[in-house]
């Protein structure tokens, strides 16, 4: 566990959750826990009451599977309910449904991590996307990332890997799916100092494809091998 939570992704993925998510909501925090924390404040105490606020009626579902009798469930499932019915668990606010506060301004953040070498930096921008339920727009975002760094015609591909000195060995994006989607596109191999010329050449490719036009050949093209591959 610990291994995993120091190696680069997990890293990033943990400093892009905290900068983007400005409440404590539950998409701020590491799913397992932090090695520190497991190590210095988690106790029996804290385990059990984490069960006695979680772990009831409101908070459970009744998965059957297979042949059986109704009545037989009926019966397991009412002398449950009635000890259940008889305990006060006081108040309950159902986790997740609160509300989720966004980043609004633009931050960098630097974060360190184990490597062999200088050279092998990462960079990744992050950007609000659609909303979760806006599946046709969200489509729309991933076909267009691929037509920006799939191939080595790809805009972000020609400005910064096919080129005298590379600034990056790789580009790839990801879609984190939140009430509201992030897009984040991360580049590879990356020297330190790079850092910013990588990100001011990424924008100024990313507003010049927005400004001109688009190779419709190309991204037609592009779709239909999605398609295939899909199938």
Known sequence: MQARENNAESREDHAIQAAVFLNDCGYKWETGGIMENLRTSCSNEKVRAYHRK?????????????????????????????????????????????DVKLFDTYATTDVLFPAKNEDNGRLSITWKGPLLNDLEMEEAHSILWNYMISTSAAPLVKSLIDIPEPLCSS?????????????????????PEKHAEIREIAMQTLKETYQGSLDMTRLKNQIKNSIANFL
């Open 171 to 191: 580009i790839s994006h990801s879609t984190e799916d939140y009430p509201v989607t992030l897009v984040t596109v991360t580049f590879k191999g990356v020297k």
């Open 54 to 98: 979680f772990y009831r009626p409101e908070n459970l579902d009744i998965i059957i599977c297979g042949e059986i009798s109704i009545d037989r469930i009926l019966d397991a499932v009412i002398s449950v309910d009635d000890r259940a019915a008889a305990t006060n668990y006081g108040f309950y606010e159902r986790p997740w449904t609160g």
